[in-house]
């Protein structure tokens, strides 16, 4: 009993050091003359939707405001907004006189168009849509809105694979009981196929989801056209590669290359892996299909022209002080310090 009590207030006080440690990490990148000192030449920032109201979306958006603020703040500090291409045009120009961001969209959805466009041309941003499949054609096994639309619409869930029964009948229970249960399936994706009986029996189609949240043919096609916009790949039924055999993981990311190409009449040259799970094996498949760049969601940002073009990492915007911090580069600073 003492050993194990020892050894939880130990992790206890690992987690308050590395608490404060990452405090005042964010609240020293807030200082101008650091942000110079550490920031990158380019960062690839991540986003999926963007949502007019994220409380009835159980907080699993960037809310509008963030997201103008992103872009404002980026213009402000003196980051040029460019498409993927010609960022790595520029650095591999190795001119270190500008800083370039890259905005990309995981998925398709909807609120992309009807709530980002709109955002985005009035800032001239040019943006990268990472588009699976499964989306348009609404084939998707989208189980991250099943799971939304449950806890949604029931103050009392029960998911069986893990045998907890959820009591939730507030925004803040169910917003936890969702991001407790996407935890569990992040652990394993092949656990994402143990929710349909969960599905099923609530009566939710994951059909209908699709077609409410993600971008069809038609609209794909159209916002294809935009003079901002470029299309990527993300795998046709977006599955986690890696825990596919390579013959399939391979057939993941060709398909939907061909189909998106026969659909847009355009050439598909970028990927990015579902979920970031990506290892050595996914990089020498998407480069030996022939596209030019695949991204990851590792945390990270480009400091040169000699980046592995098959895992670039991107940032994600949660919040404000967040975003800043991860622009400023203190955190890899003080991660590489430990």
């Not at 003492?2 to 050091?17: F, H, L, T």
């Not at 040029?80 to 959805?109: H, M, Q, W």
């Not at 869930?157 to 569990?184: N, Q």
């Not at 935009?226 to 013959?247: C, E, F």
Request: proline letters at 4%; one cysteine or more; hydrophobic letters at 40%.
């Amino acid at each position: 009993m003492p050993a194990v009590a020892v050894r939880c207030a130990g992790g206890r006080m690992n987690r308050i050091w590395k608490g404060c440690l990452y405090y005042g990490a964010s609240r020293i990148g807030e200082l101008r003359f650091l942000r110079g000192r550490f920031a990158a030449r380019a960062v690839i920032i991540v986003f999926h939707e963007i949502q007019r109201d994220c409380k009835s979306e159980l907080m699993t958006g960037t809310a509008v405001s963030l997201f103008e603020y992103a872009l404002t703040w980026l213009r402000r500090e003196g980051w040029s907004i460019v498409s993927l291409d010609e960022c790595l045009e520029k650095l591999a120009n190795n001119d270190p006189s500008r800083r370039y961001a890259v905005l990309t969209f995981d998925d398709g959805y909807r609120d992309n168009v009807s709530v980002a466009l709109p955002i985005l041309e009035r800032h001239n941003a040019p943006f990268m849509v990472y588009v699976p499949t499964g989306a348009p054609t609404r084939s998707m096994q989208s189980w991250w809105l099943g799971l939304r639309k449950l806890f949604l619409s029931r103050d009392e869930v029960t998911i069986d694979p893990l045998g907890w029964r959820f009591r939730c009948s507030d925004l803040r229970s169910k917003v936890s009981a969702l991001e407790e249960v996407v935890r569990w399936v992040h652990q394993d994706y092949r656990r994402a196929a143990m929710l349909a009986p969960a599905f099923k029996q609530y009566g939710i189609s994951l059909a209908a989801l699709n077609e409410a949240y993600f971008l069809g043919e038609g609209e794909l096609s159209e916002l294809a056209r935009h003079p901002l916009a470029s299309i990527g790949g993300h795998s046709t039924s977006h599955p986690a590669l890696v825990t596919l055999d390579k013959a399939s993981a391979r057939a993941e990311l060709a398909d939907n290359r061909r189909y998106l190409e026969a659909l847009l009449q355009l050439p598909v040259r970028h990927v990015a892996y579902p979920y970031g799970a990506w290892g050595p094996r996914e990089e020498e498949l998407a480069n030996e299909l022939g596209f030019q760049t695949a991204a990851t969601t590792r945390q990270g940002r480009l400091y040169d022209h000699m980046v592995n073009r098959f895992a670039l990492p991107r940032i994600g915007v949660y919040s404000r002080s967040g975003f800043r911090t991860r622009m400023s580069g203190i955190i890899e600073a003080v991660q590489a310090l430990r």
